[in-house]
């Protein structure tokens, strides 16, 4: 038995697990979503009756899982994810889009579907309409799953690293629609900072003048996803959960609708030299302007060939720092929701 089923309801019951990855996957568990837009959530039983208790749900990217890792350790690793989150007492919504409808809570046949279909698209904010009204499937970005998130009332999301404003944006108008969602979704990001192939300083720029708060829990910098320090100061340091859970019910209490960026660095034994990384992506960089790689794949070319540069240790970094994350993730989306039942 799957470990978070959905209610069978009168329009059908699940494909069975050993039916191919690409048929369409029957909605169940459907619930009215929090703004009454009409776009239809597919809740599992496990999140549904977290959220009607108040107790703290975790959102999930499925991005991770079609584009991150290759099969089957994007398997592993989702699973993994997942166990991280409920063992600091929250439950996990690993969030995705099938036939028409926004997944709030994979199962695990779904996940194995996600893990080892293959061109499931990668949806972001500016895609979610159109892959919704097509009725196809769709792995969620950070951008897409905070939509979700919100939608589905979830105020806590998960994710190893950040998108940001790319290396050389004064010219190329490169900047991740990551960014615009924060500006745009009431929900709290955990994440190890934004990927080092990005212009950093610039990234921070931005969300200063967007006026999303950045909070480092428990560190002093600002991490660069893989590295534990970016060697940019972060602008508020908080070591206390409790803290953290007031600070975002301070912002959006104050009138403010955007969301709450919290960073928490690898841990010393899984992170990777700056300098190391750093010399890496000096060279993929200049390899991608060689071969003309641009646009949406840019970032896709450079955290491979960093990974190849560094002798695979980047890319075991990634694996630990979407455990660490979700585990850091799971502990303040249960001390915020010890926060809110305490004002009650």
Known sequence: MERHGR???????????????????QPTGERVNQHGSGI???????????????????GLESN???HGLPYPNNLSAAKQVEEAVRSSGSVPATIGIDSGRIIIGMSDTDIERFASASGIPKVSSRDLPVILAQGGMGATTVASS?????????PFFSSAGIGGVHRDAETTMDISSDLIQFTRSKVAVVCAGAKNILDLKLTMEYLETHCVPLISYQSDDFPAFYCASSGIRSPHRIDDEEVIARVVENHWATGSNSSVLITTPP????????????????AALADAEKEGIRGNAITKYLMRAVDKLTGGRTGEANMAVLISTAEVGGRLAAAHAKHLRAAL
């Open 267 to 282: 841990r010393e034994e899984d992170a990777v030299d700056r300098d190391e990384a750093e010399a890496a992506v000096a």
């Open 7 to 25: 209610r069978p309801r009168d329009h059908g019951a699940r494909a069975p697990a050993d039916q191919d990855a690409e048929l369409p996957r």
């Open 146 to 154: 905070l939509v979700c998130a919100e939608l589905a009332g979830i």
């Open 64 to 66: 991770v899982i079609t």
């Open 40 to 58: 239809p959530l597919d809740f599992s039983e496990e999140v549904s009756e977290a959220l009607q208790a108040g107790n703290p749900v975790v």
